[in-house]
């Protein structure tokens, strides 16, 4: 088995210690070589956020955050020119044949899950574990695709065994609240990407320069 390899995506506007709090017990639970953030270019289901900074200060605050451990901090989709996560798990794969990937969300993108697209296929393409998120574990429960993926579920003290699961499968992993939010220091300082402005950013995957 090669390198396992947990991928978790998000806008990381900017990365804060929640983000990295949780991917630190996740590496832990999942007994994970690495951990990647795929700083996402955008979100196919959100607008065009007016408060979104530029993608390399994003992915050069996930590196601040992630230093010194297990994460690795990623732009690679706008490498790849995936818009949506079947078609970026598809191509990681194709990239990295040697790896073992699972892919990790929040119960809040579970609750929301049916609309992602090819939702279906995701699962099919590799495991995913879900974090729960207080405020979002009813829902993410009740949510239309739990009903289809319900009978895939795997309790959570197999996650070790993640790579050895068939396919679909899903386990959910408690971890305790955390109350920092990207949007908090955003307002706090509006203008924290300014500080990331004039620095070359290489990709902790790719090695490319933003």
Same mark, same amino acid.
């Given at each position: 088995?090669?390198?396992?390899?947990?991928?978790?995506?998000?806008?990381?506007?900017?990365?804060?210690?929640?983000?990295?709090?949780?991917?630190?017990?996740?590496?832990?639970?999942?007994?994970?070589?690495?951990?990647?953030?795929?700083?996402?270019?955008?979100?196919?289901?959100?607008?065009?956020?007016?408060?979104?900074?530029?993608?390399?200060?994003?992915?050069?605050?996930? !590196?601040?955050?992630?230093?010194?451990?297990?994460?690795?901090?990623?732009?690679?989709?706008?490498?790849?020119?995936?818009?949506?996560?079947?078609?970026?798990?598809?191509?990681?794969?194709?990239?990295?044949?040697?790896? !073992?990937?699972?892919?990790?969300?929040?119960?809040?993108?579970?609750?929301?899950?049916?609309?992602?697209?090819?939702?279906?296929?995701?699962?099919?393409?590799?495991?995913?574990?879900?974090?729960?998120?207080?405020?979002?574990?009813?829902?993410?429960?009740?949510?239309?695709?739990?009903?289809?993926?319900?009978?895939?579920?795997?309790?959570?003290?197999?996650?070790? !065994?993640?790579?050895?699961?068939?396919?679909?499968?899903?386990?959910?992993?408690?971890?305790?609240?955390?109350?920092?939010?990207?949007?908090?220091?955003?307002?706090?300082?509006?203008?924290?990407?300014?500080?990331?402005?004039?620095?070359?950013?290489?990709?902790?995957?790719?090695?490319?320069?933003?």
């Amino acid at each position: 088995m090669g390198k396992t390899t947990g991928l978790l995506g998000g806008s990381f506007n900017p990365a804060h210690g929640g983000h990295r709090d949780i991917s630190l017990f996740t590496c832990d639970a999942l007994d994970l070589d690495e951990l990647w953030w795929l700083v996402s270019p955008g979100n196919p289901l959100k607008d065009k956020a007016r408060d979104m900074a530029p993608l390399k200060a994003r992915l050069a605050s996930a !590196q601040k955050m992630s230093r010194r451990s297990r994460i690795r901090a990623t732009a690679i989709e706008s490498e790849l020119g995936t818009r949506y996560t079947i078609d970026t798990l598809r191509e990681l794969k194709k990239r990295y044949p040697d790896r !073992q990937f699972v892919w990790i969300m929040g119960a809040d993108n579970l609750a929301i899950f049916h609309k992602w697209r090819a939702w279906r296929d995701i699962s099919r393409e590799m495991p995913i574990v879900v974090i729960a998120r207080p405020g979002y574990n009813e829902s993410a429960l009740m949510a239309p695709a739990m009903a289809w993926l319900r009978r895939y579920m795997r309790p959570a003290r197999e996650v070790r !065994q993640w790579a050895e699961w068939s396919l679909p499968a899903i386990t959910i992993l408690r971890f305790r609240a955390d109350s920092r939010s990207a949007t908090a220091i955003r307002r706090a300082n509006p203008e924290w990407y300014s500080e990331y402005a004039d620095r070359l950013v290489r990709d902790d995957v790719t090695r490319s320069l933003l």
